[in-house]
C-alpha cells in the first residue's frame, strides 16, 4: 500500500488518519501494518523517528472489537514518559469512537488505578511494573487479550523490565500474537523472544540510513576551553526553535543547567531524578514552550518525544555510542531539518572515529565572532602529525649517538637531526 487510503479502515480510522495529516505509510508502518492486520507476529527493528508507534496503534485501533468490553491489547513501554506519550497518540485515533484505552504507570496511586479497572478497558497501555502489579492484583485481567505491543525493548532489557513483562505474558493466551519494536535486538533478549514468539517475522529497516537526511552533523572542538565555555559560545551562535543539550548522567545535568541558569538562561531539566509530579509539570512547559533549551539525559533520547526539536547538542558523547542516535533522532522528525552539534576533546577521538563508521557524516566546525564557521578536516591535522612522526623516526635513525661523547653532543645531534629533519620535509614537499 503506497497511501493511506489504500487500506480498507474503518471510516472512524480513515477520517482519525486524514486529520493527523498522514499521507503515505513510512517503511516500517508499510511492513508492520500489514503482518498486525494478519494476526502475524514480528519483530520491527528500526531507529527512532519512523513511524513505529503508529505502525502498531493504527491496526491495532482497527482490530478492535468495541462490542467486547474486555481487554484486547496490551502495549507496554519502558518508560513512564514514553507510555504517556503513545497514550496520547491512541486517544487521537479513537477520540470518536466507544473504544476505551487506559494509561498505567509507575509514581501513581496504585489503588486510583485499581478503582479505575472496575470496567475492563479494551487496550491497555503502561509501564510493565504497574501492568504486572494490577495483573497481580486480579484488577486488570490480561488472559483475553490475543495482542502484545512491547515498545524500546532493548531498553526495557536494560532497564530489567522484561521479567515483569513475562509475569504478565504468561497470563495470556497461547496463541498471544506479540510485536516487538526494538531499535536493536541484543542476543541477550532472544530467550524472551523463543518463548513467546513461533517463527516471528523480522523486518530491519535499513541500517544505513540511521538517520534522516535532512539533519546536518557539527563536530566542534574544545580547543583548550572548558565544555561549558563552548557550550555558551555554541548557545550565543545559535537561535533555536527548541534544543536539547544531552549529558551522560543526572548529576551532570543539573550541573550544566545550573551553569546556563546562572548564565541568564531559563532552561528546561528532564532526567531521572525528578518527581513524577516535576516530570509531568515539565513536560507540560516544554510543549508550552516555555523554554528554548532543555538539559537532559538519554531518558529523554528513548522515552520522550518532544515536539519542535531544531537544534541536539552533545554536551559529551554517550557512554553507550548506540545512544548517539537516539539523540539526534529527537530533531529533523516528520520531514523538519535538523542540526546536531557535537562538542569533543581530543581524548574522544576513537568514539568520534566510532560514530563515524555508523555512518554519521560529520563536519568539522568551530566559533568565530558569534558564529559557527568551517574548519579545515581534524583529519588533515592527523595525517599531518604522523608524517611528523614518520620524519621524526627517519631522522633519529640516522644520527647516531658518538662512541666518545664531548660537551654538547646532544646538542649537535639535535641540530643534526633538524637538517635531516628540514631535507626530508622539503623532499615531500617537492614529491608533492
Do not use: C
Amino acid at each position: 500500500m503506497s497511501k493511506y487510503t489504500d487500506y480498507n479502515f474503518q471510516p472512524f480510522l480513515r477520517e482519525a488518519i486524514q486529520k493527523l495529516g498522514f499521507t503515505e505509510p513510512t517503511p516500517i508502518q508499510k511492513e508492520m501494518i500489514p503482518l498486525i492486520l494478519k494476526g502475524k507476529s514480528a519483530i520491527g527493528q528500526a531507529h527512532t523517528g519512523t513511524g513505529k508507534t503508529h505502525s502498531f496503534l493504527i491496526p491495532i485501533v482497527e482490530r478492535i472489537r468495541q462490542d467486547k468490553q474486555e481487554v484486547q491489547a496490551v502495549i507496554a513501554a519502558p518508560t513512564r514518559e514514553l507510555a504517556m506519550q503513545i497514550n496520547v497518540e491512541l486517544h487521537k485515533l479513537i477520540e470518536e469512537t466507544d473504544i476505551q484505552a487506559k494509561l498505567f504507570i509507575g509514581g501513581t496511586d496504585k489503588q486510583r488505578s485499581i478503582d479505575k479497572l472496575k470496567t475492563q478497558p479494551q487496550i491497555v497501555v503502561g509501564t510493565p511494573g504497574r501492568i504486572r502489579d494490577l495483573v497481580n492484583e486480579k484488577a486488570l485481567l490480561v488472559h483475553t487479550a490475543s495482542i502484545l505491543v512491547i515498545d524500546e525493548a532493548d531498553l526495557a532489557f536494560d532497564m530489567g523490565f522484561i521479567e515483569d513483562i513475562d509475569q504478565f505474558a504468561s497470563q495470556m493466551p497461547e496463541t498471544l500474537e506479540m510485536f516487538v519494536f526494538s531499535a536493536t535486538v541484543p542476543e541477550s533478549l532472544q530467550p524472551f523472544l523463543k518463548k513467546y514468539m513461533e517463527s516471528p517475522v523480522h523486518i530491519q529497516m535499513d541500517d544505513k540510513k540511521p538517520v534522516a537526511e535532512n539533519l546536518d552533523f557539527y563536530l566542534i572542538p574544545t580547543r583548550s576551553k572548558s565544555r561549558n565555555q563552548k557550550l555558551l559560545e555554541i548557545m550565543e551562535a545559535i537561535n533555536p526553535y527548541l534544543a536539547i543539550i544531552f549529558t551522560n548522567t543526572r548529576k551532570q545535568a543539573e550541573y550544566v543547567a545550573d551553569f546556563l541558569t546562572t548564565n541568564g538562561y531559563r532552561v528546561g531539566r528532564v532526567h531521572g531524578d525528578l518527581t513524577p509530579r516535576d516530570r509531568k509539570k515539565m513536560m507540560k512547559q516544554i510543549r508550552d514552550l516555555e523554554f528554548q533549551y532543555i538539559v537532559a539525559t538519554d531518558l529523554a533520547a528513548r522515552g520522550i518525544d518532544i515536539p519542535g526539536v531544531s537544534h541536539v547538542i552533545n554536551y559529551e558523547l554517550p557512554t553507550d555510542l548506540e545512544f548517539f542516535i537516539h539523540r539526534v533522532g529527537r530533531t529533523a522528525r516528520a520531514g523538519n531539518k535538523g542540526l546536531a552539534i557535537t562538542i569533543f576533546e581530543p581524548s574522544d577521538e576513537d568514539a568520534i572515529a566510532r560514530v563515524e563508521n555508523m555512518g554519521i557524516p560529520f563536519q568539522a566546525k568551530d566559533i568565530k565572532n558569534e558564529e559557527i564557521v568551517d574548519m579545515k578536516d581534524r583529519h588533515q591535522r592527523q595525517k599531518r602529525e604522523r608524517k611528523e612522526d614518520e620524519i621524526d623516526k627517519i631522522a633519529k635513525a640516522r644520527v647516531r649517538k658518538p662512541k666518545k661523547v664531548k660537551p654538547g653532543y646532544k646538542r649537535n645531534m639535535r641540530w643534526e637531526m633538524e637538517k635531516i629533519k628540514k631535507k626530508e620535509r622539503r623532499k615531500r614537499s617537492r614529491n608533492r
